[in-house]
């Protein structure tokens, strides 16, 4: 159980178009969300939590207008890269947690954007 | 500020070989401390945990002891196997006051190959 799945598991895009992916969990309800961005050989770095029904909570330093994040349901957020540059190529990767049980994060397998 | 470091890989050992994959943190407060692991083509998974000092994490013949006064937290396993070949993760998380959001704290990853 606790799955979380990630769509697309990669994806290319022109500089200037926008991109979105897909975050769910398969099989719990999912009250908080978070994203996170990993470089080659770094940590992965938070860029945002989201909860159901509210707006986005944003690190430090990311750019809200650029990473859109809509946590419509309890099951699915998406973040959407708008303007797309190739400075946002990265590996972007989700995690969930599962209503009562907020101490575990469940991951996604992260989604691959390359930016030409 | 907030860290976790964790030793440089990539580690290679042989079959039946002790493991330790040093982990050290900084961080204000108490923090809790995790270890995560990611098979290939796989989402993060949450190997051990500790949450408070002297505690130890197992799971999966993988092993943990929280040392406050070392600020460490490494991973040991007796007897690696080749399907213990993953990245490890070290983390931490700190409380949930300051509207944190109990969100992690990733080291760099630790990439584990275990040859037969």
């Known amino acids: 159980g606790a799955v979380v799945s990630q769509h697309p598991s990669w994806v290319i895009c022109k500089s200037g178009t926008s991109v979105k992916i897909e975050c769910r969990s398969l099989?719990?309800?999912?009250?908080?969300m978070f994203w996170y961005r990993q470089f080659p050989k770094q940590s992965l770095m938070l860029m945002a939590t989201?909860?159901?029904?509210?707006?986005?909570?944003?690190e430090q330093g990311v750019e809200k207008d650029k990473f859109l994040i809509n946590h419509a349901s309890l099951t699915l957020s998406t973040l959407t890269v708008t303007s797309a540059h190739p400075e946002d190529s990265s590996f972007y990767i989700c995690?969930?947690?599962?209503?009562?049980?907020?101490?575990?994060?469940?991951f996604g397998p992260g989604t691959r954007l390359t930016v030409l | 500020g907030n860290s976790v470091t964790q030793m440089e890989g990539p580690v290679t050992l042989s079959e039946e070989a002790f493991l330790t994959i040093n982990c050290t943190y900084t961080?204000?407060?108490?923090?809790?401390l995790f270890w995560y692991v990611q098979y290939p083509g796989e989402g993060l998974q949450l190997l051990l945990k500790?949450?408070?000092?002297?505690d130890k994490g197992s799971n999966k013949g993988f092993e943990a002891t929280y040392r406050k006064e070392t600020t460490s937290f490494h991973l040991e396993k007796g007897s690696v196997q080749v399907s213990d070949s993953a990245v490890y993760f070290c983390?931490?998380?700190?409380?949930?006051?300051?509207?944190?959001?109990?969100?992690?704290?990733f080291g760099k990853g630790t990439k584990l190959s275990v040859k037969p």
């Open positions: 099989d719990f309800q999912a009250t908080t």
């Open positions: 961080a204000t407060g108490y923090p809790s």
């Open positions: 995690s969930a947690t599962h209503r009562g049980l907020t101490d575990t994060q469940y």
């Open positions: 500790a949450t408070k000092a002297d």
């Open positions: 989201s909860n159901e029904g509210s707006k986005a909570t944003y």
């Open positions: 983390a931490l998380r700190l409380g949930y006051d300051g509207g944190s959001q109990g969100n992690l704290i």
